[in-house]
């Protein structure tokens, strides 16, 4: 096989992960909307889901690094496919538990494959072809991560979020434990099914993967972390494409993870019928992640991300102040504004790193511990003032920090920045 053939070989495969991921992260999404009715909890309760799996991306990043400096991509992607896979499972026992926490755990050691998963996939990807196309061929490969939240929010609409028992808080809080018990155990069990299939399709591409030829990209040379660190440090553009990873993560996850509560209270619906407009909202992010692709070839990146920076500023203001069916479509569509920026922070982050790029993927990839942070300082939010309405002012501030990046950027590529 022609080295051209294994990199397109490795590509599909390497981008199917990217849907798997993308299906794992948007089932959590509305896992908030589930937990908060089943255990009758806080919104900032509910926020643990996240800080749970966005902070086992944090605590994973840099060893996954470590691994595949130590080996390669490949190994780095099957390491991560099992812990993915072992997370996924372990939904099983604590449905049988009913413990909130074990949950918890399933989830952190799911994400913690996840995140391994990225910091080899990303870089990966940006390896598999010439330099030049690198950042446009990590967005082409991202387009089939909405694909994969499409999936995962379907499969929560149908066989996690309308199996929920219609019983309000009020309801539940007068049952006696034995008839409370019953319902949330059906509950639970109704999370657990579709985590459980997600393992078993997993197990399936890992054989595959384990058992195809892939181009190594091994990197020979010692991982001096230290010098990496401090070559990584005075990058100005580097330093604040992490710090832009932050924020951007903790905006798209407390906008995702609350969509669906937001909905219910302004359209009041319950839980199913609101996720259709999720639905809806990833649907917007594949078609602008395909079209913001296609622009980049008149456009630049960097000047891309200011532009949609703003424009999510405005939408989500109009948010936060518009009511009804109007404030609906504008939360909506700060999704296709967000479809662009993950990857084009990432991509704009390693540009030039060279021998650093992968201490670099894995600080880009630490930065998803925003996810973990904000969306439960947008619940401490939302339960202080009553209202999930207003706690969307801290997606809002996150993207003012993005579109000073993309200003950063902008002139690091001009060179007006050292």
């Not at 509910?46 to 996954?64: I, N």
């Not at 798209?252 to 609101?274: H, K, N, P, V």
Request: glycine letters at 8%.
């Amino acid at each position: 096989m022609t080295k051209r053939k294994r990199n397109i070989l490795a590509f599909v495969l390497v981008t199917s992960l990217f849907f798997m991921w993308g299906l794992a992260n948007n089932m959590t999404d509305t896992l908030l909307a589930a937990f908060k009715r089943v255990l009758s909890i806080s919104d900032f309760q509910t926020s643990f889901v996240q800080s749970a799996f966005y902070g086992a991306y944090f605590c994973l990043a840099l060893p996954a690094a470590f691994l595949i400096k130590r080996y390669n991509y490949k190994t780095g992607i099957l390491v991560g496919l099992g812990l993915f896979i072992a997370g996924a499972l372990l939904f099983f026992p604590a449905s049988n538990t009913m413990v909130y926490g074990h949950f918890l755990l399933a989830l952190f050691v799911l994400a913690g494959g996840l995140s391994i998963l990225e910091t080899a996939a990303n870089p990966y990807i940006l390896e598999l072809g010439p330099p030049e196309n690198a950042t446009r061929r990590l967005n082409l490969a991202q387009s089939f991560n909405p694909i994969g939240s499409i999936s995962g929010v379907v499969l929560s609409k149908y066989f996690i979020l309308s199996k929920l028992d219609s019983a309000s808080f009020e309801d539940r809080s007068s049952m006696d434990l034995d008839a409370l018990q019953f319902i949330q155990a059906k509950e639970l069990q109704a999370i657990m099914g579709p985590y459980v299939g997600v393992a078993i399709v997993l197990i399936i591409l890992w054989i595959i993967i384990y058992f195809t030829t892939m181009p190594q990209a091994k990197d020979d040379s010692r991982l001096h972390l230290s010098d990496s660190f401090s070559r990584l440090m005075v990058n100005k553009n580097y330093v604040m494409s992490v710090i832009a990873q932050f924020f951007y993560v903790g905006a798209q996850i407390g906008i995702w993870s609350f969509t669906i509560r937001y909905i219910m209270e302004e359209l009041a619906l319950d839980e199913a019928d609101a996720s259709t407009y999720y639905i809806a909202a990833l649907v917007l992010f594949l078609i602008f992640r395909f079209v913001f692709t296609y622009l980049m070839k008149f456009y630049s990146p960097a000047y891309l991300l200011q532009i949609l920076s703003i424009v999510a500023i405005v939408l989500v203001g109009l948010s936060i102040v518009g009511n009804g069916f109007f404030g609906v479509c504008s939360l909506l569509m700060v999704s296709a504004c967000m479809s662009f920026m993950f990857p084009t922070i990432f991509g704009l982050g390693l540009k030039d790193l060279g021998d650093d790029a992968k201490v670099g993927g894995a600080g880009l990839i630490m930065a998803i511990l925003g996810g973990a942070i904000l969306p439960a300082i947008q619940g401490q939010f939302s339960d202080y003032f009553g209202s999930i309405k207003i706690a969307f002012i801290v997606p809002m501030i996150c993207f003012a920090v993005v579109f000073y990046f993309g200003m950063i950027s902008k002139r690091v590529a001009s060179g007006n920045v050292s």
